[in-house]
């Protein structure tokens, strides 16, 4: 099966006097294994981030704060846009799609990655992404 893009809902544990939790585990909701975290922060509104896809990185991607437009792109051409805007909501990206990402003011992008940073996953060349 080849796997699409595809919306995560997160469960919340709590409530609005105390404050919630949400969780994300390995094989319940995240398809792979965990091999890094990272996030990002104070984007600047106007900037468009991504750029680039990846050979065989997956990715789970929440905005933890804020709000973060994704458009993603396959080989094909086909488009997917997904409007990250709550803590409970995730976006699952499987490798092989081209990305771009705007951020809100105060946004923070949370990322769990299946594999440690490697510049050589990346395709940071649109034309070389589509001729593959
Ligand atoms: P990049 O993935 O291109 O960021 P974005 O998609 O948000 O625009 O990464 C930006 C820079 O940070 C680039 O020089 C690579 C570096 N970087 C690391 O060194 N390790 C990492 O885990 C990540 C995600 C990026």
Redesign the pocket.
């Known amino acids: 099966m080849i796997d699409s893009p595809r919306y995560i809902e997160f469960s919340s544990i709590g409530q609005p006097d105390i404050g919630y939790i949400s969780i994300a585990e390995y094989q319940d909701l995240v398809p792979f294994k965990i091999n890094?975290v990272?996030w990002?922060y104070f984007?600047p509104n106007h900037v468009i981030?991504?750029?680039?896809a990846h050979k065989s990185l997956k990715q789970i991607i929440v905005a933890v704060c804020g709000v973060i437009d994704f458009k993603l792109e396959d080989r094909d051409g086909n488009t997917y846009e997904f409007v990250l805007d709550s803590p409970e909501k995730g976006i699952f990206i499987p490798e092989g799609y081209w990305?771009t990402?705007r951020f809100s003011h105060s946004a923070v992008?949370l990322?769990l990655?299946s594999d440690?940073?490697d510049?050589n996953d990346?395709i940071?060349d649109y034309s070389v992404f589509k001729k593959i």
């Open positions: 890094r990272y990002t984007t981030r991504g750029n680039h990305r990402i992008l990322c990655a440690k940073y510049e990346y940071r």
